[in-house]
């Protein structure tokens, strides 16, 4: 089942433009990570953010958490044509135990127009 | 540092044929997981190993898909037979157990499977 779920399902800004995507799961979480998917890609690891952190920076990225809304968002500022692709958030659990489980959600098709 | 590979990039079958998907992780990364992508959602967990032994297949229909990670290193996926509902990308992942990047999963390129 998927525990993540992005907000808006596809987004289509200019270069040059902010984009921000939304992130809200169900359970309590260790932490959060946002994950890259260009066409015909892997994915990309981003950015991690821990249950006890409210923001992170990484470039032009910062993700931020608000764990009593059970939510998280991701801002790209000064987007450029290179950045299209789908983002994905991704949580992991907070229950403890060897198991190392990501759960995905379904992303957001992001498309920088030059 | 080499990536995770995959092989095939792309497959396309009959509907009740077999496959076989090969994934060779990062050197020394114990943790190997195999997601199914279908067009337009996020990545679905099938099976983890640490090492050779199965930690997560709850999701696995076993019934037709099998893995096996037999020295600890490489794996390989199997769907016999395979149904149309199979068709998705397939990608592999691996994690290192210590020092650094243990949250970060590392994705290979992915098998894109056409069910026809």
């Known amino acids: 089942s998927q525990q993540g779920e992005e907000d808006p399902q596809a987004l289509s800004i200019q270069e040059g433009e902010n984009a921000t995507m939304n992130c809200s799961y169900k359970?309590?979480?260790?932490?959060l990570q946002w994950y890259r998917q260009n066409s015909g890609r892997g994915l990309v690891h981003l950015i991690l953010?821990?249950?006890?952190?409210r923001e992170k920076h990484s470039g032009r990225l910062r993700v931020t958490l608000d764990t009593s809304k059970k939510s998280s968002s991701l801002l790209i500022t000064a987007s450029r044509a290179a950045d299209t692709a789908s983002y994905f958030c991704a949580t992991l659990p907070q229950r403890g135990g060897s198991n190392y489980k990501l759960t995905f959600g379904k992303g957001t098709l992001l498309t920088v127009n030059p | 540092e080499a990536g995770v590979a995959q092989s095939p990039r792309y497959k396309i079958i009959e509907k009740r044929q077999s496959v076989a998907f090969w994934c060779n992780p990062i050197?020394?990364?114990?943790?190997l997981y195999w997601y199914q992508q279908i067009l337009g959602q996020g990545p679905k967990l099938l099976i983890q190993?640490?090492?050779?032994?199965?930690?997560?297949d709850s999701q696995l229909p076993k019934d037709r898909f099998s893995a096996e990670r037999l020295k600890g290193v490489d794996s390989t996926l199997k769907i016999q037979p395979a149904k149309l509902e199979d068709s998705a990308v397939y990608l592999c992942?691996?994690?290192?157990?210590?020092?650094?990047?243990?949250?970060?999963?590392?994705f290979g390129p992915g098998t894109r499977l056409t069910v026809l």
């Open positions: 050197s020394g990364h114990a943790t």
């Open positions: 953010i821990r249950s006890n952190e």
């Open positions: 359970t309590s979480i260790n932490n």
């Open positions: 190993f640490q090492n050779n032994g199965v930690v997560d």
């Open positions: 992942a691996s994690r290192p157990s210590s020092g650094r990047g243990t949250d970060t999963q590392y």
